[in-house]
T-cell receptor, first 114, second 113 residues
Framework: DAKTTQPTSMDCAEGRAANLPCNHS???????VYWYRQIHSQGPQYIIH???NNETNEMASLIITEDRKSSTLILPHATLRDTAVYYC???????????????FGQGTTLQVKP | KAGVTQTPRYLIKTRGQQVTLSCSPI?????VSWYQQTPGQGLQFLFE???????NKGNFPGRFSGRQFSNSRSEMNVSTLELGDSALYLC????????????FGPGTRLTVL
């Protein structure tokens, strides 16, 4: 099962910041938080990831609380093309081998409106 | 750099048949993971291959299998197809499969009649 909880859906006005919350209260100390999004009928797209510090790239910012039990993905100026399902994922570490297994939850459907 | 490619993009099969799907990772990527996406179950991890070895496996029956070749290309096979196998099958590649970001292909849409 996914270790994250996200709201089912959110709306955002075009040009405004979209703040997508995620709860991961059982996260372990060495597990990363990843965000992906999936635009309709396409494969998921990587957005950003972080461990404990806030992170920023050309797409978004990731704010992780000090206790690491929750995080927020921020799209600073949402456009219509940002309408998608956003997945918050805690990266699973299997034994001694860090593997490429992602456990997806149901995600948040973000609707950006004109 | 070319992205992850999957073939075929669309496929229609009937119950009881078998199917093979192909995934070509980004050049230099050694890890390939497979996922199944359905409206009811969402995105579910099938398995991951790294250097021709299956490194991790999800909770799917033995009808689902895969392999990886020396050039990192991967195939997955589903035998004795069931109606419930209708889904979008996605593969993702990454450099080493650990905390590297995964790049997803466009998927293969399988319909089982």
């Amino acid at each position: 099962d996914a270790k994250t909880t996200q709201p089912t859906s959110m709306d955002c006005a075009e040009g405004r910041a979209a703040n997508l919350p995620c709860n991961h209260s059982t996260i372990s100390g060495n597990e990363y938080v990843y965000w992906y999004r999936q635009i309709h009928s396409q494969g998921p797209q990587y957005i950003i990831h972080g461990l404990k510090n806030n992170e920023t790239n050309e797409m978004a910012s990731l704010i992780i609380t000090e206790d690491r039990k929750s995080s927020t993905l921020i799209l600073p100026h949402a456009t219509l093309r940002d309408t998608a399902v956003y997945y918050c994922i805690v990266r699973v570490q299997e034994g001694s081998s860090n593997t490429g297994k992602l456990i997806f939850g149901q995600g948040t459907t973000l609707q950006v409106k004109p | 750099k070319a992205g992850v490619t999957q073939t075929p993009r669309y496929l229609i099969k009937t119950r009881g048949q078998q199917v093979t799907l192909s995934c070509s990772p980004i050049s230099g990527h050694r890890s390939v993971s497979w996922y199944q996406q359905t409206p009811g179950q969402g995105l579910q991890f099938l398995f991951e291959y790294f250097s021709e070895t299956q490194r991790n496996k999800g909770n799917f029956p033995g009808r689902f299998s895969g392999r990886q070749f020396s050039n990192s290309r991967s195939e997955m096979n589903v035998s004795t197809l069931e109606l419930g196998d209708s889904a979008l099958y996605l593969c993702a590649s990454s450099l080493a499969g650990d905390y590297n970001e995964q790049f997803f292909g466009p998927g293969t849409r399988l319909t089982v009649l």
